[in-house]
């Protein structure tokens, strides 16, 4: 009996091309936005996240314990000693890539003419280079050993009207505390798209460093880069036991641990496009629940005919539930085909952002903006579709079922 029925409303819906087409659109739109829009911020937030671990900010970072709550600070004496002994330790864990040491404080850097704040980082520029992208498009080049060349940002040396080759005045504190101030020599001007580490971040040799703010054999941090961002849970347990069990004065922050603030962007825009999709799906309720409702006052005769040859109220009810379903199933097939072509060419080749709109990020960005899909997607808009097909005809089936068999038929009439 399920099968005549179904085969009923498949052959009403089919019969009213017009309101069916309405309603297809309007789900078949559904699906295609759902799909396009969970897929472009999916891309737009996976590229954000992957170009920050990869400038440097790692899977992982290793601190003092009592460095996090000091570490807007950026202090010298709050550090990690014998740095090397701990990456010897995590070198061997599964997925492991690499990792090195750095020494970060805040400094000044100045022409003689212009002074600006600058966060001094010192690092192995060897390493560096071999696991973060931050010198990966470079003019000159990076300075190595323990000499006293320093790797400005592009955004950096357009402030301080700076080339390669040209000195520059480096001011920090020591660990102690004690004022230092050196003539350095710009080795390279690095750019890498992110105007804020540009503008604010320079380089100088791991050695050099020590040096210059008496860290010898100090850090501090570690950063620790994995083979694929994929791998972080399973190696984050692994790190965090030999750190907790060897290194009970140390601290492990995961990459999500180290940027909170974008993780809750992230959820704000995820959260924006929930309020999207359900605005969406109240459309698409509320044109289906409109549609199906015309119908059965277009349809009452028909409907009077069928209970007087047997077909019980609950029976057109479910014929009416079932003609939501297929609406609901062909819009899903025309928002696939809809979003199918557009989702590949998004996910394969991508949106190449002009240059002056790469300035207005504030957060790094690959150039090539592309959409991340995956089957849980396609199932999530397809639930969507049901659901609004079904909720859609529940108000009209049962205005259907009430009908009144005697008067239905009077009504048929003429």
């Not at 999709?277 to 059965?296: D, K, S």
């Amino acid at each position: 009996m399920i099968t005549k029925i179904f085969k009923i409303a498949l052959r009403n819906v089919l019969k009213n091309k017009r309101r069916t087409f309405l309603n297809v659109l309007t789900i078949g739109l559904n699906v295609f936005i759902i799909l396009y829009g969970l897929g472009m911020m999916k891309g737009q937030f996976d590229s954000m996240f992957e170009k920050i671990i990869n400038l440097g900010s790692g899977h992982f970072k290793i601190y003092n314990k009592d460095y996090v709550d000091e570490k807007t600070m950026m202090p010298l004496d709050v550090n990690i000693k014998n740095p090397d002994e701990v990456i010897k330790r995590i070198e061997k864990i599964p997925y492991f890539k690499g990792a090195t040491k750095r020494i970060v404080h805040t400094g000044i850097i100045s022409n003689t003419k212009k002074k600006l704040n600058v966060v001094i980082t010192g690092v192995d520029m060897k390493k560096e280079k071999e696991l973060f992208e931050t010198f990966s498009n470079i003019k000159g080049s990076v300075a190595g050993g323990g000499s006293s060349g320093v790797v400005v940002g592009k955004k950096l040396s357009e402030l301080l009207d700076v080339e390669e080759g040209n000195r520059l005045l480096l001011f920090s504190q020591t660990r102690q505390s004690a004022n230092n101030l050196v003539d350095v020599n710009t080795t390279g001007i690095y750019s890498n798209g992110y105007k804020m580490m540009e503008k604010t971040k320079v380089f100088i040799p791991l050695k050099y460093a020590e040096s210059f703010m008496d860290m010898d054999n100090m850090a501090t941090e570690i950063v620790v880069m994995l083979d694929k961002s994929s791998h972080v849970a399973a190696a984050g347990k692994q790190l965090a036991s030999i750190i907790e069990n060897e290194f009970p004065g140390l601290v492990l922050l995961d990459w999500q641990e180290e940027n909170p603030d974008l993780i809750e962007m992230a959820r704000m825009k995820y959260a924006n496009m929930i309020v999207i999709i359900l605005v969406l799906v109240f459309l698409a309720v509320f044109i289906i629940t409109n549609t199906l409702t015309m119908a059965v006052f277009e349809r009452i005769p028909e409907i009077g005919t069928i209970r007087a040859i047997g077909m019980g109220a609950g029976q057109v009810r479910l014929m009416f539930l079932m003609e939501g379903v297929v609406l609901g199933l062909f819009g899903l097939i025309a928002g696939y085909i809809m979003a199918g072509p557009l989702i590949y060419y998004l996910s394969t080749t991508g949106i190449i952002l002009p240059a002056e709109s790469m300035e207005s990020f504030d957060m790094p960005m690959d150039a090539t903006m592309k959409a991340v899909t995956s089957y849980k997607d396609y199932i999530f808009a397809a639930v969507v579709c049901f659901a609004a097909g079904i909720i859609g005809s529940i108000m009209p089936a049962r205005r259907a079922a009430k009908v009144n068999i005697v008067k239905a038929l009077k009504k048929g009439v003429r």
